[in-house]
Nanobody
Framework: QVQLVESGGGLVQPGGSLRLSCAASGFTLRYYAIGWFRQAPGKEREGVSCISSSDGTIYYADSVKGRFTVSRDNVKSTVYLQMNSLKPEDTAVYYC??????????????????WGRGTQVTVSS
């Protein structure tokens, strides 16, 4: 059974950092691209970042470029999202998701067929 579990969210002051983790089980992570998405109250879910299965492709939304870094550890079956210089507008529930195997990296929600339950990130003083 495919399962994705996010962790690492919390309350942080503006300018602070958090590292989110996405633990994958029920499938072999190295064959799958993983996307990070977020959804703020009253807003649509938006793509934040993705990391490909094998060719090194990484995408970031313009709003997080230079501040967020995505990485993966296929041995630990975990994908990470390091978030630095956090801003109040980064406040949202953050989700990781996966597509069918060998699909290319994308920060569009279509084709993502398995989602975690999300972890809350709140940036506030």
């Amino acid at each position: 059974q495919v399962q994705l579990v996010e962790s690492g969210g919390g309350l942080v002051q503006p300018g602070g950092s958090l590292r989110l983790s996405c633990a994958a089980s029920g499938f072999t992570l190295r064959y799958y691209a993983i996307g990070w998405f977020r959804q703020a109250p009253g807003k649509e879910r938006e793509g934040v970042s993705c990391i490909s299965s094998s060719d090194g492709t990484i995408y970031y939304a313009d709003s997080v470029k230079g501040r967020f870094t995505v990485s993966r550890d296929n041995v630990k079956s975990t994908v990470y999202l390091q978030m630095n210089s956090l801003k109040p507008e980064d406040t949202a529930v953050y989700y990781c998701a996966t597509q069918p195997p060998y699909y290319p990296c994308s920060i569009q929600t279509q084709n993502y067929n398995y989602w975690g339950r999300g972890t809350q990130v709140t940036v506030s003083s």
